[in-house]
């Protein structure tokens, strides 16, 4: 059985998948499979990967039925100890597996070890540094404030953790890895490797641009995570959503900044106050 398994959904991602399996074969870390959910595309997904010869690659050909879906699927059908996922348009820096593995190994109450993201665009070119925030232990505090992991292509986790929170929420397709990483804090230890090993790409037709759908279902997921904290945290909720509505600003002014985008960012940023005000209030009382 190998240790560590790695799983790759894909919907159409003719243009980039190869650079993110070779990310991956790149790895200084050998020993895992990788799982391949071929989530019904009709470009030339499939035959860009029947080009890729490697005994450890497995492909798996399903109808389309979104990322969260493709994770369960690619779960399931896992072996290794520990899983990660990758997206098709992401990367990893080849130490990406072998370090977090060690803190995993080192740390054996954590079930999840993240590394620091940087963004890149269409190109490959570096555009930015993510937050670069580094937190171990319980860290389920510092989570419901900010989402440091910041994508679904982050972190080496613990299989058997992940299968005991229920995997993915197969009704979200946006936040569905912040639901699960919210899950994992709440029970399990996590551990940070400081240092950029995710490479995330930005591009026009990229799901995290669809800056609503974000919206609606992210703020679906903090009332969830808040749900479940204790009372001694509730306090934290007003901080949480005005964090998020501060990315959301960020976010919608990256790039070429049009009219529409500007309207939406300053709506996002007045929402971002509101809650700053509420928490203010609160702290008066």
């Not at 509730?234 to 790039?255: A, C, D, E, R, V």
């Not at 996002?268 to 009382?285: A, E, P």
């Amino acid at each position: 059985m190998t240790l560590i398994s790695v799983v790759i959904p894909v919907f159409n991602g003719q243009n980039t998948i190869k650079k993110t399996i070779e990310s991956v074969l790149n790895q200084t870390w050998k020993d895992y499979e990788l799982i391949i959910i071929n989530d019904g595309s009709t470009d030339s997904t499939e035959e860009v990967i029947s080009n890729i010869s490697d005994p450890r690659i497995k492909v798996f050909n399903y109808p389309n039925a979104g990322p969260s879906a493709s994770r369960n699927r690619g779960t399931t059908i896992a072996s290794g100890k520990y899983i990660s996922f990758i997206d098709a348009d992401d990367l990893w820096t080849p130490d990406k597996l072998e370090k977090q593995l060690q803190k995993l190994e080192e740390n054996p109450q954590a079930k999840l070890a993240y590394s620091w993201t940087n963004y890149i665009d269409e190109s490959d070119n570096f555009l930015y540094p993510g937050g670069h925030i580094t937190a171990n232990g319980n860290v389920y505090e510092k989570l419901l404030l900010n989402n440091f992991l910041e994508n679904g292509s982050n972190p080496l986790i613990d299989r058997q953790a992940l299968i005991e929170i229920g995997g993915f929420d197969e009704s979200l397709f946006a936040a569905e890895d912040m639901d699960v990483w919210f899950k994992l804090a709440f029970k399990y230890e996590f551990v940070a490797v400081p240092s950029p090993q995710i490479l995330y790409r930005l591009s026009t037709n990229s799901l995290s641009t669809n800056l609503a759908r974000v919206e609606k279902q992210t703020l679906e997921v903090i009332d969830r995570s808040f749900s479940r904290a204790p009372e001694s945290l509730q306090n934290l909720k007003p901080k949480s959503i005005s964090n998020f509505y501060l990315y959301l600003t960020m976010k919608s002014l990256k790039g070429r900044v049009t009219r529409a985008k500007g309207i939406a960012a300053f709506r996002y940023y007045i929402n971002s106050f509101k809650n700053n005000i509420s928490l203010l209030q609160r702290k008066k009382k």
